[in-house]
């Protein structure tokens, strides 16, 4: 999955007729672009100051593009449209307000700007005795910005896509406006809000729903692969109130991790997960090790020994004392244990300069075991050549899952014209792979990661993660989409934004233009 390299995007750049446009660039930094064509970042400062500017642009510029950026918590380069684009930034729009939850309320609400992160709500709420649940992401990623493009956690009993967690929003449409979505399922205004690929316009603030907040556990156990690919996917799963399954191929084994509430009175353990961070001798063995396996099999074999042993262990540390947690199951609150952070005393490993590729694909649950039994034969296949091919990411292949939801363009969504059952749930394969920081930046056996997307995409219903992919996989996965979906869409986004000012490149694989 070739992104453009820097070199070539430079050039690009040079050539541009507007001699100021740069390129704006997701997590990983600069030489990682989100977008190719900005002609200006704006610091919002408030809902106000966005809409005016945008008011402004529409009146003012014969053709104006506009995208809304939160955290760049995003791998490739879909962001924007090619066309110069005026960038505006939400990190300061981070106010809380108007929780609502009464005592003994099994749920409340609270209204947030578009900048706010999880990391932000959880210590907000926390503070108040209160939780998002499980309509979760990663701790430094917007509301704005995880609203907007679908993002979610995994599980099969209970919601957890962001949107489905979301009661209202305010969305600024394509001629500088406020207007406010109420969630109505027989609404289309609603449905194509609630996964908008910020193609209505910026999401401006967002109504959640809130509940008391609770104690859980973090369990995992160690699979043999036979276990899960014969097995009840199903089953090991929709228990839980979160879990999901970490691949590691060449082992042939699986960790499952699963977690659950317990009565908070059970336990004086503050587990605080660690989801991303490592030490700096970490990081560089690591990439040490990962970048000699673009040439030798052997270093990504024994890479994923290391990891695999590793991520045999909890990920927690105490958060009173920062001491390592050594023992399965851990205890702590809902947010730190279902997410947490980093370490104190540790970086996040894409700022020692390890970084992924991704690919991340939703099926229908009931299709779970043939999707990944095509993956272990696509593997075996490389094998039969002589190519062992491994995990190459700390926590091997991550597969998650995700209860049915309806809207127009969400991964899990249902009712669709493909004729698959997705009213049980989905199943996400999700594989991130080492991106070696050498040479042309291609993977070890590089063909072998498209071979297994392009098969995937071809011969199963199945729906992208709209910020975990190419323009390929979009482009090759148009076919997977109900085509009335899209039409009913892209209605709603011509009342919204008539000139398409909010336009990408997803939008416009999409057919959305
Ligand atoms: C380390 C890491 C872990 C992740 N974990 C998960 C996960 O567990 N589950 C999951 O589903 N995803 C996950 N993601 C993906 C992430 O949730 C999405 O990419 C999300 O869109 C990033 O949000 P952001 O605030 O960083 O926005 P950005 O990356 O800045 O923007 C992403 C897109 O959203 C648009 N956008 C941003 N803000 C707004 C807004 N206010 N209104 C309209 N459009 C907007 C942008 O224009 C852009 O197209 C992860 C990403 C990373 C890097
Ligand atoms: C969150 O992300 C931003 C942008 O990538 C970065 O500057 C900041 O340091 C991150 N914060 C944490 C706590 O990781
Ligand atoms: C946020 O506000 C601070 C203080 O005004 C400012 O220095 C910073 O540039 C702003 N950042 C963004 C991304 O808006
Ligand atoms: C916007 O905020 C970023 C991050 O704080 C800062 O680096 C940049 O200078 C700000 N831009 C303007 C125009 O203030
Ligand atoms: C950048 O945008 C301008 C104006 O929209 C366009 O003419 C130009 O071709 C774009 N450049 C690239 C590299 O796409
Ligand atoms: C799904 O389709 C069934 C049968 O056509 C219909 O009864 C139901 O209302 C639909 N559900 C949604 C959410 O559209």
Same mark, same amino acid.
């Given at each position: 999955?070739?992104s ?9 750049a ?9 390129e704006y660039?997701?997590f990983?930094?600069?030489?990682f672009?989100?977008c190719?064509?900005v ?16 008011k402004?642009?529409a009146?003012?510029?014969?053709n104006?593009?506009?995208r809304?950026?939160?955290k ?6 879909t962001?924007c ?12 729009l ?5 929780? @609502?939850?009464a005592s /003994?309320a099994?749920? *409340?609400?609270v209204?947030?700007? %578009?900048?706010?992160? &999880?990391?932000?709500?959880?210590e907000?709420?926390?503070?108040r005795?209160?939780?998002v ?6 701790w430094?990623i ?5 609203v907007?493009?679908?993002?979610h956690r995994?599980s099969?009993?209970?919601?957890s896509m ?11 449409d ?16 609603w ?6 690929l910020g193609?209505?316009g910026?999401i401006?603030r967002?109504?959640?729903?809130v ?12 699979l043999?692969e036979? @276990?899960?690919?014969? /097995?009840?996917?199903? *089953?090991?799963?929709a228990p839980? %109130?979160?879990?999901? &399954?970490w691949?590691?191929?060449y ?8 977690y659950?509430?317990v ?10 997960q660690?989801?991303?961070?490592v ?6 063995t690591?990439?040490?090790m ?6 030798l099999a052997?270093?990504?074999?024994l ?6 042993g590793?991520?045999?262990?909890p990920?927690?540390?105490?958060k ?8 399965w ?7 730190d244990v279902?997410i947490?952070g ?8 894409w700022?020692?300069g390890?970084?992924?590729?991704t ?5 229908p649950?009931?299709l779970a075991?043939k999707m ?7 593997f ?7 190519i062992?091919?491994t995990a190459?990411y700390?926590?091997?292949?991550n ?17 669709t ?7 049980k ?5 999700d594989?991130?792979s ?9 993977r ?19 729906r ?7 323009r ?28 398409g000012?909010?336009r990408?490149?997803?939008g416009?694989?999409l057919?959305?233009?």
């Amino acid at each position: 999955m070739p992104s453009l390299p820097s070199l070539a995007a430079a050039a690009l750049a040079l050539l541009t007729p507007t001699a100021t446009a740069f390129e704006y660039h997701t997590f990983d930094g600069p030489g990682f672009p989100s977008c190719y064509n900005v002609s200006r970042v704006h610091n919002a400062t408030s809902i106000a100051d966005m809409a005016s500017l945008v008011k402004d642009l529409a009146a003012t510029q014969s053709n104006p593009r506009v995208r809304a950026a939160g955290k760049g918590h995003m791998w490739y380069d879909t962001q924007c449209s090619d066309a110069w684009t005026v960038i505006i930034r939400t990190e300061n729009l981070s106010e809380i307000g108007d929780l @609502d939850l009464a005592s /003994g309320a099994e749920s *409340g609400s609270v209204w947030v700007e %578009a900048g706010v992160t &999880f990391f932000q709500l959880a210590e907000y709420l926390h503070a108040r005795g209160a939780s998002v649940g499980y309509t979760l992401t990663n701790w430094n990623i917007t509301f704005g910005g995880s609203v907007a493009m679908g993002a979610h956690r995994s599980s099969i009993r209970e919601d957890s896509m962001v949107a489905a967690g979301v009661l209202a929003m305010d969305i600024i449409d394509g001629k500088g406006e406020v207007r406010r979505v109420v969630r109505d399922e027989g609404d289309d205004e609603w449905l194509a809000a609630s996964t908008s690929l910020g193609l209505l316009g910026i999401i401006a603030r967002v109504q959640l729903r809130v509940y008391p907040d609770t104690k859980v556990y973090a369990e995992q156990a160690t699979l043999d692969e036979k @276990d899960v690919l014969d /097995g009840d996917i199903y *089953g090991m799963i929709a228990p839980y %109130a979160t879990a999901n &399954f970490w691949w590691w191929p060449y082992k042939r084994k699986f960790h499952h991790r699963y977690y659950d509430t317990v009565p908070a009175s059970s336990t004086s353990q503050e587990g605080f997960q660690n989801t991303f961070s490592v030490t700096e001798l970490e990081a560089i063995t690591a990439r040490t090790m990962l970048d000699s396996g673009k040439y030798l099999a052997t270093s990504n074999m024994l890479a994923e020994e290391i990891f695999f042993g590793l991520w045999s262990k909890p990920n927690f540390r105490e958060k009173t004392t920062n001491e390592e947690i050594k023992e399965w199951p851990v205890y702590g609150w809902n947010y730190d244990v279902l997410i947490g952070g980093l370490y104190p005393d540790q970086k996040a490993e894409w700022e020692y300069g390890l970084a992924g590729y991704t690919l991340e694909l939703a099926f229908p649950i009931t299709l779970a075991n043939k999707m990944m039994k095509r993956v272990r034969q696509l593997f075996d296949d490389e094998l039969k050549r002589g190519i062992v091919m491994t995990a190459t990411y700390r926590s091997g292949i991550n597969i998650k899952f995700g209860k049915a939801y309806f809207d127009f363009l969400g991964q899990v969504t249902y009712n669709t014209s493909d004729g698959a059952d997705w009213t049980k749930g989905a199943i996400m394969f999700d594989f991130p792979s080492f991106r070696p920081t050498i040479g042309d930046h291609k993977r070890f056996n590089e063909q072998f990661y498209h071979r297994v997307a392009n098969t995937l995409i071809d011969e199963f219903p199945c729906r992208p993660h709209w910020t975990k992919n190419t323009r390929e996989v979009f482009t090759r996965s148009v076919k997977n989409l109900d085509p009335d979906h899209l039409r009913r869409f892209k209605a709603v986004r011509e009342r919204f934004d008539p000139q398409g000012i909010y336009r990408n490149v997803i939008g416009e694989i999409l057919g959305l233009y």
